[in-house]
């Protein structure tokens, strides 16, 4: 998906809800990235603090 395309705000509701019927959950980047003990180096990559 790219914003500024001419039909990405068209198809987003159809695509946010057969993401859902196929059972997944949507969530922010933010969610997904480990908060306790992990860093994320120059490369994007999260890795626990040791």
Known sequence: MHNGTE???DSLEMLL???KKAGYKIVTVSDLIYKDNYT???NGTQKPIK
């Open 7 to 9: 039909h990405t705000a």
């Open 40 to 42: 994320v180096d120059s």
């Open 17 to 19: 809800n057969n993401i």
